[in-house]
């Protein structure tokens, strides 16, 4: 089972997008209080993160650390660069770094939801998971937090890790309660309900997961098991030959000959 927290898969695009938006807060923040940095005031340390969230996204660590070690360089209070760095830190392995940079973004603001999020992921990864769970709950105190639905599906993620479905299951539902389409959660849900043998459910949420992305190794060799317990050889037969055709050299591939 391959279990992915969403932290730095979405947040190159999403920081980016928000840097588009962003507007400056007045001075006083009377208005909105401590909400986090989504809404933040321009850093001078926001150029050196976007381009480490760039590079980032390109697998480029050498120069995503440069970039992130530059915005706390130029900004050290402020916690996306912190948070940036956090992000690179965990990308190249170094656990022990990563952890001191998530928690200094957060004590630099404790409702920073981003921050937290991935915290989690991170905690979550090395098998904390309460730890991890209380770190998303927590983003999701923050009103402004834009993608509450991420943070609700990475708790789900880690519950599914910890072996708890149940509370998986509530999560994910959780997740798509605020964004319907949204795909990671659908093959959540496709995985937890085929573990629990409900493989009707399990061929309706892979349905809508393919509306709205791409198909995985995983979620075919899901849809594949899926459809020969319905005894649907077609389906199964689809599902087989798109993950041979999209994905050959896959372990999900080789499993195919384990049930034909």
Known sequence: MKLRVVTTVLFAGLWLAACQQQTVRPDSDAQTGELGSPLAARSPADIYIELSAAYLKERRLDEA?????????????????????????????????ADAAFRKSIELDR????????????????GKFE???????????????????VSLHNAGACH??????????????????????FGASLLGMARVS?????????????????EVAEHTAESLWLGVRT??????????????????????????AKYLQSIE
């Not at 459910?201 to 997961?209: C, E, F, G, P, V």
Request: proline share 4%; hydrophobic share 40%; glycine share 6%.
């Open 65 to 97: 650390f440069k970039n992130a070690q530059k915005a706390v360089l130029v900004d050290g209070s402020s916690s996306n660069a912190h948070y940036m760095l956090a992000l690179v830190q965990q990308s190249l392995g170094q656990n022990a770094a």
């Open 111 to 126: 409702r920073n939801p981003n921050a937290l999020n991935a915290y989690g992921g991170f905690l979550c990864g090395l």
């Open 131 to 149: 730890s991890a769970d209380q770190q998303f709950r927590q983003a999701l105190t923050n009103p402004l937090y834009a993608t509450p639905w």
């Open 160 to 181: 599914e890790r910890a072996g708890d479905a149940t509370a998986a299951e509530a999560d994910y539902r959780a997740a798509l309660q605020i964004n319907p389409r």
């Open 194 to 210: 085929f573990a629990s043998g409900s493989y009707l459910s399990t061929r309706a949420y892979l349905q809508r997961y393919a």
């Open 227 to 252: 459809e020969n317990q319905l005894g649907d050889s077609d389906q199964m037969a689809t599902y087989s030959l798109k993950l041979r055709a999209r994905f050959p050299d896959s372990d999900e």
